[in-house]
């Protein structure tokens, strides 16, 4: 305390002088215990909370090696047999511009919705590779007077394991799907088929025998649209009907009525017919008879 001056000797008589040398030896005493406890080294700091890094995090997102989300199937991009999606794809026209069923490409690419697809996720629109199953060996006991069993000759193929009577793929026998005139030819880059004209109600029947793998107004141009597959190789599409007359995953006939013309998503009635091969459209005058 060598620090503080002594009083003057009238302040050590008073009481006043006392209560002031009290004070401040209080509050010197009061300064060091601060000091003590702040360089104590028992002593912590309340936990500060880092605002910048939360507790929770969002889901983790697949990402390579640049930090751009993967979207599925992105490892098979560009491969043969799989198609990236485009902005104003649907299921349905990509089944059309490859040749397949779309419901076929939603269970070869494991879709859970359908009606979900991303921009850049890549699906498989060819058929997977049919697994191989190994056989079991039938071991046999081959003895100097029981030699192994020669191996026998493979069975003939059963009829029902042929092809129909068609023959190949290209070998279909194509009728006209209406009888009016042809309003438009086919041109690649403007008319993806044959307009043919016709009234309200008139038939719209099967070109040639196959299967129903699509019928409704999903497809925007074309409005209530039947899509038949022929085989591995054709598919036909009919559009602007009024009405569908066929479920999806039904077989019809050639020359089976399945629709009725009409104007639907169209500016007058007619008929728009389609044959792709492969999904690639092509001229159906090259295909269907003389009229």
């Given at each position: 305390m060598a620090a503080f001056s002594s009083p003057a000797p009238e302040e050590h008589?008073?009481?006043?002088?006392?209560?002031?040398?009290?004070?401040?030896c209080l509050l010197a005493a009061a300064a060091l215990l601060v000091a003590?406890?702040?360089s104590s080294p028992g002593l912590s700091?309340?936990?500060?909370?880092?605002r910048g890094t939360g507790m929770t995090r969002a889901p983790s997102v697949a990402v390579d090696p640049a930090g751009v989300k993967l979207l599925p199937g992105a490892?098979?991009?560009?491969?043969?047999?799989?198609?990236t999606v485009k902005p104003g794809d649907t299921l349905i026209r990509i089944?059309?511009?490859t040749g397949q069923n779309w419901r076929d490409i939603g269970r070869w690419s494991n879709l859970e919705n359908p009606n979900l697809i991303e921009v850049g996720q890549v699906l498989r629109v060819v058929p997977p590779e049919p697994v191989a199953v190994a056989r079991p060996?039938?071991?046999?006991?081959?003895?100097?007077?029981?030699p192994a069993p020669a191996a026998s000759a493979p069975a003939p193929a059963?009829?029902?394991?042929?092809?129909?009577a068609s023959?190949?793929?290209?070998d279909v026998a194509w009728i006209w799907p209406a009888q009016g005139a042809v309003l438009g030819g086919f041109d690649e880059a403007k008319n993806k088929g044959l307009d043919i004209a016709g009234k309200a109600g008139d038939a719209v029947i099967a070109s040639a025998d196959g299967r129903v793998v699509y019928a409704g107004a999903g497809l925007r141009g074309y409005g209530n649209l039947i899509i038949l597959k022929h085989n591995n190789t054709f598919l036909t599409a009919y559009a602007h009907n009024q009405t569908l007359l066929v479920k999806e995953d039904q077989s019809v006939r050639k020359g089976q009525k399945i629709a009725e013309m009409g104007n639907s998503d169209a500016d007058r009635v007619k008929l728009h017919f389609e044959i792709r091969r492969q999904g690639k459209p092509v001229d159906p005058a090259k295909y269907l008879p003389p009229k």
């Open positions: 008589r008073g009481g006043k002088g006392t209560a002031r040398l009290a004070l401040s003590a406890c702040s700091r309340a936990p500060v909370e880092d490892e098979n991009a560009g491969k043969p047999g799989y198609y089944g059309l511009d060996v039938t071991s046999s006991t081959v003895t100097p007077g029981n059963s009829s029902a394991s042929k092809p129909a023959g190949t793929d290209e």
